[in-house]
């Protein structure tokens, strides 16, 4: 069994399914997160984990131990939200020493590891600061800090970063990870953001309208998502109508018929050639340049595609350009239709 099992986890709030039948295996040490939009159960996922919201069926199982129904403190989890509701009156070293405190901790033994967690997430230099003093990003590590010192088996992050600009966020999430792995706490994070959840995870849990919808490695997420909603939701996508070849490859129709079959194709994996060559042409509507890439998207008798491009330094492709498009078609993935809305 695996070290935190759920199984047809379900919570129902009047009329509404919030949760529908979960089953998740995380192993020890791993860094598993819920990717889904808006109300599609996440965090309500993880307040059942808590032990702040009651699971209506189901069971979840932690090393072991059954701890549907257990109260949150003989839980021991570790929580991290994101309004990080620091002791505004106490410094960094009391916020953090909180925990242990309260657990009867010897003082000796509270100093020791207050002064390891501190060092952990970089904080020591500030430990006699008060959260005022601190920048979001610090203060994000204090509440992480005040997580990780109690030493719990799971560290549950819900939306740890959304307070926090963009560059900090990316920078935070690197931390975070880096964390995660010199302390190997297993690690559960609810987040809507894709990028944030593909770059840091180990596995990456979809979820839709409160279903789990595809379990898989960021990679295989990113490179075969199940359906039409996964793959428009995590990365960018084209979508084709198209069917199979006789040596069982996806290819793609430029009428959609009987039985046409929905493809994805990734705009990275597009090449731009000269006007008249590749297999499909097209002209360049409009470009952004997005730092490191050039993103055009092209009108085509397929409809307009997006397509991605490194910058390489060199100029950029007019707007108006005629280009040829080319894929290799064992890049086109096949697409299941979206069995749940929302
Ligand atoms: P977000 O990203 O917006 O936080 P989420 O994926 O975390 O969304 P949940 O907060 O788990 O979604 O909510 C799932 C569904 O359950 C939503 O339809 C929500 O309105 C509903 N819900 C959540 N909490 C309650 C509650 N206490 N009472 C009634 N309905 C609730």
Redesign the pocket.
Known sequence: MAFLQLEGLS?R??A?D??VATDLAVEKGEFVSLL??????????L?MIAGF?DATAGRIVLDGRDITHAKPSSRGLGVVFQSYALFPHMSVRDNVAFGLRMRKVSSADIDRRVSTVLNLVRLAPHAERYPRELSGGQRQRVALARALVIEPPVLLLD?PLSNLDANLREEMQFEIRRIQREVGITTLM?T?DQAEALSISDRVVV?QA?RVTQIDEPYKLYEHPRTQFISGFVGKANMLAGDIDAKGRPQVRHSPGDGALTLSLRPEKIDLLDAGSGRLQGRISVRYFLGSQWLYRIATELGELTVVRRNDGSAPLSEGTTVGLDWQPELLRVLAADEVHG
């Open positions: 919570k709030y009047g509404i919030a949760v889904g939009p808006s109300g599609c159960g996440k965090t309500t996922t307040q919201v939306e609810v809507h979820m409160g």
